[in-house]
């Protein structure tokens, strides 16, 4: 396994911090807390899309692409690193914005991540809640095509093989920091949606037999379906990297329990989970990913499936940015 033979643009802030959590750990009163800070990777507010848009900008430059397009929901945060990745390397971008959660809140629709989208000079277009995305993406690329433009298409979450490299780096870089500081990591935890960060991780910890468990919590499909795409998506990067086989069924566990009524809502635990971060640590999660994953953490630790003596690592993947289309959803808890 070495990265340095794949194209890359580096452009993330690398390594990302590994902090320890204090003042959580101890209000829960279970396992040392820690936190790897990919909120912190630098570009329009970070996350964890940038890890993966390393790689796949390289290719799309490497194709000689001018343009970019990609999807996501209304206040996609991979939408905006994209946008930001390729205002940074002269590139147009074309978002396809997808209304997955029907909100008609004023902020939800402009705010937050579609205000950085506009911002960083993407055009965009939006599409009906349970559009077929990905065929909608590939007609727009299609008519641009028509138009003269060179067009790169990037999956949704930029999950694909070449954007899981990304996540199979975070591995390497997180194991690094470990041994540097003699940190024996019990568990790691991550949101997981498009799969891309689980399954790079897994990939990665795997191929350097790292004997680490990682716990993916869901945030739109059911366990059954997330595991089947984390794992099929593992096995093509392992494939990738010259190591197949390295990841197998058991490697791959998702807990799809703190989803709540779907992607992009919110539920009281999330909203908790929010306010735990930002009052004990000074930390900002969101209401779609990180929010549900740290509610599940907390959850975990609660129940004692994470217990006192153990060291768990919480990948904090971003999205600061989409609070600004939540503070109705976040208001009403406060009063
Ligand atoms: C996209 C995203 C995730 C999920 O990562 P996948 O690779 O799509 O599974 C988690 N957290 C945030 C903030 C995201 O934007």
């Known amino acids: 396994m ?23 750990s101890a209000e829960l009163g279970g396992p040392e807390i820690w936190i790897k800070r990919d909120d912190c990777t630098g570009l329009s507010t970070g996350g964890n899309k940038t890890r993966k848009l390393e ?31 390729a205002a940074r390397l002269g590139l147009a971008c074309h978002l396809l914005l997808e209304d997955r959660t029907g909100s008609n809140d004023p902020n939800y629709k402009a705010n937050g991540n579609v205000l950085l989208d506009h911002l960083h000079g993407a055009t965009t277009e939006k599409r009906p809640g349970g559009a077929d995305m990905q065929a909608e993406m590939e007609a727009v690329a299609d008519r641009l095509r028509a138009q003269g433009r060179r067009v790169y298409v990037i999956p949704g979450g930029g999950s694909n093989p070449t954007g899981a490299l990304g996540y199979v780096n975070c591995a390497l870089e997180l194991l690094g920091q470990a041994n540097d500081r003699g940190l024996a990591i019990d568990h790691i935890v991550t949101a997981t949606g498009s799969a891309g960060t689980q399954a790079g991780l897994i990939t990665g910890l795997c191929a350097m037999n790292a004997g680490i468990p990682l716990l993916g919590i869901g945030v739109r499909a059911p366990k059954e379906r997330q595991e089947a795409s984390v794992l099929a998506l593992a096995q093509r990067t392992a494939d990738r990297l010259g190591c197949p086989g390295v990841v197998t069924a058991a490697d791959v566990v998702a807990d799809c329990s703190y989803v709540g009524a ?74």
Do not use: W
């Not at 070495?2 to 959580?24: G, N």
């Not at 779609?288 to 907390?298: C, E, H, N, Q």
């Not at 609660?302 to 600004?324: C, D, E, I, P, Y």
């Open 55 to 85: 790689f796949l900008m390289a290719e799309a430059l490497a194709q000689g692409a001018d343009m970019v397009i990609t999807q996501g929901a209304t206040q996609s945060n991979h939408a905006r690193q994209t946008a930001a990745f």
């Open 262 to 335: 779907g992607y992009g809502i919110p539920r009281a635990d999330t909203l908790d989970a929010i306010r735990m971060f930002a009052q004990l640590e000074g930390l900002l999660l969101d209401p779609v990913y990180s929010g549900k994953a740290a509610a599940g953490l907390i959850d975990l630790c609660r129940r004692g499936v994470f217990r006192k003596g153990q060291r768990v690592v919480f990948l904090h993947t971003g999205g600061s940015a989409a609070l600004f289309g939540y503070d109705s959803a976040l208001g009403a808890q406060a009063a």
């Open 2 to 24: 070495h990265l340095a033979r794949f194209p890359r643009v580096f452009a993330a802030h690398l390594p990302t911090p590994l902090e320890r959590l204090d003042r959580l």
